[in-house]
């Protein structure tokens, strides 16, 4: 039965699918105003095709490759290449539904790449891990789809208890992706947090001439992530932020954006305790929230869940299609 259905599944999405999975993807490597000094040093390190196109007064680095290498070079940063092999080939599937979203997106936005390598989009090196390798060919050609069209998935390191929905995050609607409870990560090493912050620090994070007084969280979503906020400083102004708004501009202050850095905060599931002009944050969780759990699915394989349980804790609204 249930080659069956892979199988309707697959006569239902192809014709909608194959226009964008064509067996390559373009990735955007590098962008700025002088190519020549980088170049070579691109060149040598990827595979594929690398060349530089014009773009609105900007020089892009592209590199064009067969999707599947591309997979592979982005399991090999996205995810500890030693971790259960059915934990691998869940980020391979998620990793290639974000990747062919994004290159419809991306398409329809007439940009002459189809994703960055980036933070924001999937990072992606280049990898000669044979359990990389065999995960991605496992996995070769399947995506997650909702009601038979490829829709957009998220992954992010450890959703500290339950994973978010999209529109606690980012507002819009993705009813696919709803909040599930997570019993699995709480062995991350990224659960549990704590970051402490001056009001003065803040003041400067958040460009306020004055320092800040006082932080209340005024809204917070199923998942117990901070949803809105309320800044008080010590002049008597009051600003609203979303929890993700306060999140990004925090960080982008930050050293660096990793979860030891100890200017960072790294997810909006947290609580506010204040001690004179000092706030503590503690928190649960690292990442965004939405999506696949990457420590979740890392335990789950570890206690023999497959890839495709895996996928189906996460998304259960959704379901694995293969593509040709």
């Known amino acids: 039965m249930r080659r069956y259905i892979r199988k309707k599944m697959l006569i239902s999405f192809f014709l909608l699918a194959s226009a964008v999975y064509a067996g390559n993807i373009s990735v955007c490597l590098w962008r700025g105003s002088s190519p020549d000094s980088v170049l070579n040093i691109y060149k040598n390190k990827y595979p594929g095709r690398i060349r530089v196109v014009s773009y ?11 999707i599947e290498d591309y997979l592979a070079g982005v399991l090999a940063k996205e995810m500890d290449s030693l971790w259960p092999a059915e934990a691998l080939k869940a980020q391979a599937v998620v990793s290639r539904t974000f990747a062919l979203y994004t290159a419809k997106e991306n398409k329809a936005k007439k940009l002459p790449y189809d994703i960055e390598n980036s ?3 999937q990072v992606y090196g280049t990898t000669g891990c044979e359990r990389i390798i065999k995960a991605v060919k496992e996995t070769e050609g ?36 709803d909040s599930v409870s997570c019993i699995y990560c709480a062995e991350s090493p990224y659960y549990a947090w704590e970051k402490t912050f001056s009001s003065y620090q803040l003041s400067r994070i958040f460009r306020r001439a004055s320092p800040v007084d006082k932080i209340t969280v005024e809204e917070t979503d199923c998942s117990g992530r901070v949803k809105a906020l309320k800044i008080f400083s010590k002049d008597g102004k009051m ?19 990793l ?39 890392r335990i789950m394989a570890e206690k023999g869940d497959n890839y495709i349980n895996i996928l189906q804790y996460y998304f259960p609204s959704m379901e694995i299609t293969v593509l040709e």
Not at 155 to 175: E, L, M
Not at 267 to 292: A, I, N
Request: charged fraction near 15%; hydrophobic fraction near 35%; glycine fraction near 12%.
């Open 259 to 297: 979860f030891n850095c100890p200017d960072i905060l790294p997810s909006t599931k947290f609580r506010v305790l204040q001690t004179g002009d000092r706030f503590v944050f503690q928190g649960e969780g690292y990442g965004h929230g939405v999506g696949m759990c990457q420590w979740g699915a």
């Open 119 to 121: 933070i924001f989009h």
């Open 56 to 66: 609105k007064g900007q020089s892009l680095i592209i590199n064009t490759l067969d």
């Open 142 to 177: 399947e995506i997650l789809t909702y009601q038979g069209n490829t829709s957009q998935v998220f992954f992010h390191a450890s959703c500290g208890g339950a994973t978010a929905k999209t529109s606690d995050v980012w507002g819009g609607n993705r009813s696919h992706i």
């Open 239 to 257: 600003y609203n932020l979303t929890g993700h708004q306060f999140r990004m501009d925090v960080n982008k202050c930050a050293s660096k954006v």
